[in-house]
């Protein structure tokens, strides 16, 4: 590639080239021919002023004629003829005329014999050189019994050219030289500043922001010389400052407990802070290589697979006895992702206790709580007034505690890892029919309508026709409870791949700051209310794990006042 200087230079030869060549053609083609008109004014000048002479010698001293033809070409360094109207030479300052051949036929002296000066440059054969001739009559009178032709040599026309050349081309030479010198000086000075700004972003682009682009003479290029070195100044501040955000950024993820992981789609790792490092046994491995040979650890290994073939994005990894909760999350506008891991080994624990606690808890109080129950209902059939009161409120809050039992029983079976699903094909229809007969007593006592709709295909699906049943009941039970009039309506039908069982009510509805949490465990909404219709606040949370068991979804839409509606969805296996 050409540099500007080459380019600027080459440019500048081309022009100086063509002006030393152009000029000196153009000017000498014009001095040539001004040169030959001024030598034919001046031929013609002194043929006119010879005429009187040569005229008043043709009549007084005809035999002097050579002799003074010779005289005055030797002073005027002319030649000069003298020729008769026959053609014979009278007199020439060059040759002997009585040699010379009839010049009658020359054409300036053809043109001169008709009155007028005629010109003529050709090969004079009698002196055997080029020549340029001006012949004019000489008028005795009327008539013109002669010509006189002044003539000069070309060669002595060609020898001033000559002259003019020799100067010309010194002058040219001495052009050309001070022209190349200005031309590469000129170059030089528009090329230095430009190679200079070249090789200080160069050098910043390899990381050296100390240096600056040296002031320059031409005014645009010290602005753009000035511009960047401001942009250098700033580029370094900016540096500066991102790279003291980039150390406390590294000191804050390298003190966090919370192990943190950065890693690009293609499975290379980014960053990884010391606390991933830990758990995940990755050691001193440098950043910038691929997950499988920076993680020693199996199941951290299989873990950050599975995020990137996009099967998770949280979940538990159990390492050496300890649990950890993993979740990873894109990192916008770029193609990499984060993973922490957070150690949940002792929360793990709490829970694995709690739930052993509760599930032996409500299995040894089952046992008791329905014996008092057998014993109560034995005596209260023996019982009248103010005392059958009283047992009756005893017995109806045993049926509360027995309920309160089996449910944490229930969920704390859910809840178990180990827990598997008894699955088989469960006919929906089957189920839900099952489900409203048992609630059909209760219904009428409260005056409710409990309305099935379908639709014209209820798929058979796979699932655990128990829990199933539950989460009918549960959800039937609710609507049922919290519906003072009206009906409980349940219907079946499909969305996408998953058959819906929809259960709507016209009841007391729930306020909207109570959806999001109702499907935890012990929510109720309203406390009193809900123990006064022997509510436990399990009934929803059972149904979630169960839903959520077989790969479903539950949600909730309602209106206070006018009613609510449960939507459960679970997997359609007979959907293509
Ligand atoms: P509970 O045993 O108290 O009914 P659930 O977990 O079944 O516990 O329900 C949680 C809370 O959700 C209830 O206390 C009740 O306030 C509200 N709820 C559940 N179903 C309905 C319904 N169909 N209509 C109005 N409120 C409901």
């Not at 100390?210 to 070195?229: T, Y």
């Not at 046994?281 to 440098?286: I, K, R, T, V």
């Not at 910038?288 to 299989?302: A, K, Q, T």
């Not at 058959?499 to 109570?514: A, F, L």
Request: some cysteine; overall charge negative; charged content about 25%.
């Amino acid at each position: 590639m050409k540099t500007i200087f080459r380019r600027s230079f080459s440019g500048f030869i081309v022009v100086i080239l063509i002006l030393v060549v152009l000029v000196p053609i153009l000017v000498f083609n014009t001095i040539e021919s001004k040169l030959n008109d001024l030598a034919l004014i001046n031929l013609t000048r002194t043929a006119e002023s010879l005429e009187f002479t040569f005229a008043s010698m043709l009549e007084d001293d005809p035999a002097e004629l050579d002799s003074i033809a010779d005289e005055l070409g030797r002073r005027l360094n002319l030649r000069i003829t003298l020729i008769s109207r026959d053609g014979i030479v009278l007199a020439d300052s060059e040759e002997q005329p009585d040699i010379m051949e009839n010049h009658r036929t020359r054409p300036e002296v053809i043109c001169a014999f008709n009155g007028e000066a005629g010109t003529s440059s050709r090969h004079s054969a009698t002196l055997d050189r080029d020549m340029l001739y001006v012949a004019v009559p000489v008028e005795i009178g009327d008539s013109i019994p002669a010509v006189i032709r002044t003539s000069l040599f070309f060669s002595d026309l060609k020898s001033i050219l000559q002259g003019i050349i020799t100067d010309m081309a010194i002058i040219m030479l001495v052009v050309l030289i001070a022209g190349l010198i200005i031309a590469w000086l000129f170059s030089r000075s528009f090329a230095d500043p430009i190679r200079n700004i070249a090789d200080v972003t160069r050098k910043v682009g390899k990381g050296d922001y100390s240096i600056r682009v040296a002031p320059c003479s031409v005014s645009e290029l010290s602005e753009l010389s000035s511009d960047i070195n401001g942009m250098i100044s700033r580029t370094n501040e900016l540096i500066e400052e991102l790279s003291g955000k980039n150390i406390s950024l590294d000191a804050i993820l390298g003190s966090i407990v919370e192990g943190l992981v950065v890693i690009s789609s293609g499975g290379i790792v980014i960053h990884a802070n010391r606390s991933f490092r830990r758990m995940a046994s990755a050691g001193d491995h440098e950043e910038g290589f691929g997950y499988l040979d920076f993680v020693s650890n199996s199941e951290f290994r299989d873990f950050i697979g599975s995020v990137l073939n996009s099967e998770i994005v949280s979940g538990e990894v159990k390492s050496d006895g300890n649990t950890f909760s993993a979740r990873a999350a894109d990192i916008p506008e770029t193609d990499q992702f984060v993973i922490t891991f957070r150690d949940i080994t002792e929360i793990a624990a709490i829970a694995r206790m709690k739930r052993k606690f509760a599930a032996n808890a409500s299995h040894e109080l089952r046992t008791p709580l329905t014996s008092i129950k057998g014993y109560a209902e034995t005596i209260l059939e023996n019982l009248s007034g103010e005392d059958r009161r009283y047992l009756k409120t005893i017995l109806r809050n045993t049926d509360r505690l027995i309920r309160i039992v089996d449910d944490i029983r229930i969920l704390s079976e859910l809840e178990h890892p180990a827990t598997s699903l008894d699955m088989s094909d469960v006919n929906l229809e089957d189920a839900v029919n099952d489900a409203i007969e048992f609630f059909s007593g209760k219904a009428e006592e409260k005056g409710l309508d409990l309305i099935f709709e379908k639709e014209t295909r209820i798929p058979i699906i796979r699932a655990d026709r128990f829990r199933i049943e539950q989460v009918l009941i549960n959800l039937i039970d609710n609507a049922v409870r919290y519906t003072p009039a009206g009906a409980v309506t349940v219907r079946i039908g499909a969305r996408g791949h998953f058959v819906t069982i929809v259960v709507s009510d016209t009841g007391i509805g729930i306020e909207e700051e109570h959806l999001l949490r109702l499907f935890e465990r012990f929510y109720v909404v309203d406390k009193a209310r809900s123990r006064n219709r022997g509510g436990t606040g399990l009934g929803l949370a059972i149904v979630k794990h169960i839903v959520t068991l077989h790969g479903g979804w539950v949600r909730v839409s309602s209106t206070p006042g006018s009613g609510s509606m449960f939507t459960v969805g679970l997997p359609d296996t007979e959907s293509p």
